[in-house]
């Protein structure tokens, strides 16, 4: 059975902290992602990466940054946690190659306060 | 500017009826489309896909169709029933390297459907 594991489910930190991510799967997927899912707003995609030590940003890159170190391991990092960045947090991954579903894992609520 | 649209936030329907959930998309480079179900706190899972060679495809009680001239697709649900409330994204997948073909998904901003028992 497919596994994306995102460690947290519910997070809550201070205004300013820096706030580490983490996301594993065990599919041996190339690319991984991460998204944030808001009310009215859908998935916005925020970084991604197609291999280990690559990454690509997406449509909402500022204040983040990621790590991939290792293929099964995609970290997302809130450099100074800000309220704005209240949100749901997903990440997926997918095979490398035209016409791929990616597996979500079952994200992290994330409150900023 | 949004490349794929889901313009009705929320659809309400009775049990036993059919549910059309629609979607349109911009880019003509996109070819092949997810819809995916996601319950409150939990991440979204795949439902169905179609490749942009197909017009049609079926799985149990969901049909997904694709218009390409008119860039739309719909997601038919039948019959509905209560666990198929939830919010459906519809995505669609960019390239996003020359080289070996690894895509993104690109997601509409989803629709609540509700059944109604």
């Known amino acids: 059975d497919v596994k994306v594991t995102q460690s947290s489910r519910y997070l809550v930190k201070r205004t300013g902290e820096k706030v580490f991510l983490e996301c594993v799967q065990d599919?041996?997927?190339?690319?991984m992602f991460w998204y944030r899912q808001d009310p009215g707003l859908g998935l916005r995609l925020i970084y991604f990466?197609?291999?280990?030590?690559?990454?690509e940003k997406g449509d909402i890159p500022e204040g983040y940054s990621v790590s991939r170190e290792k293929k099964e391991r995609f970290s997302l990092i809130l450099e100074s946690a800000s309220t704005n960045q209240t949100s749901m947090y997903l990440c997926a991954s997918s095979y490398r190659g035209l016409n791929t579903e990616a597996f979500f894992g079952q994200g992290t609520r994330l409150t900023v306060v | 500017d949004q490349q794929v649209k889901q313009n009705s936030p929320s659809l309400s329907v009775q049990e036993g009826r059919i549910s059309i959930l629609n979607c349109d998309y911009t880019?003509?480079?996109?070819?092949?489309f997810l819809w995916y179900k996601k319950y409150p706190a939990e991440g979204p899972t795949f439902l169905i896909s179609?490749?942009?060679?197909?017009d049609k495809n079926e799985d149990g009680r969901f049909t997904v169709f694709l218009n390409k001239s008119a860039k739309h697709l719909s997601l038919h649900i039948v019959p509905s029933q209560p666990g198929d409330s939830a919010v459906y994204f519809c995505?669609?997948?960019?390239?996003?390297?020359?080289?070996?073909?690894?895509?993104?998904?690109?997601f509409g901003k989803g629709t609540k459907l509700t059944v109604n028992p």
């Open positions: 599919m041996d997927h190339e690319n």
């Open positions: 880019n003509s480079m996109f070819d092949y």
């Open positions: 179609i490749s942009s060679i197909k």
């Open positions: 995505a669609a997948s960019a390239s996003f390297r020359s080289q070996g073909g690894s895509e993104k998904l690109v």
């Open positions: 990466s197609y291999d280990v030590k690559m990454k």
